[in-house]
Nanobody, 115 residues
Framework: QVQLVESGGGLVQPGGSLRLSCAAS????????MGWYRQAPGKEREWVAT???????NYAESVKGRFTISRDNAKNTLFLQMNSLKPEDTAVYYC?????????WGQGTQVTVSS
């Protein structure tokens, strides 16, 4: 059974930081591209960042320079370090695993940026 379990969300003030985690089980973690997506209320889910099996990273323009995606293959865990958070970063953040067209999603973790 595949499970992707996000954690680390919460309420933070503008300019603050959060670190999200995604613990994976039931997949060959090292063989999967991993990514973070987010969905704000009333909006479509959007791509945030991706990290490949060879640790190549890509970011949406809106988070470039503020967010860092990383993975710990020994612990089957994906991370998203989020700095300089803005109110517009408020959303449910989802972890995604993909390999050869097979995709799995986590249940999401809420991030709220507000004073």
């Amino acid at each position: 059974q595949v499970q992707l379990v996000e954690s680390g969300g919460g309420l933070v003030q503008p300019g603050g930081s959060l670190r999200l985690s995604c613990a994976a089980s039931g997949i060959i973690f090292t063989s999967n591209f991993m990514g973070w997506y987010r969905q704000a209320p009333g909006k479509e889910r959007e791509w945030v960042a991706t990290i490949t099996t060879t640790f190549t990273t890509n970011y949406a323009e809106s988070v470039k320079g503020r967010f860092t995606i990383s993975r710990d293959n020994a612990k089957n865990t994906l991370f998203l370090q989020m700095n300089s958070l803005k109110p517009e970063d408020t959303a449910v953040y989802y972890c995604k695993a993909s390999r050869l067209g097979v995709v799995y999603w986590g249940q999401g973790t809420q991030v709220t940026v507000s004073s």
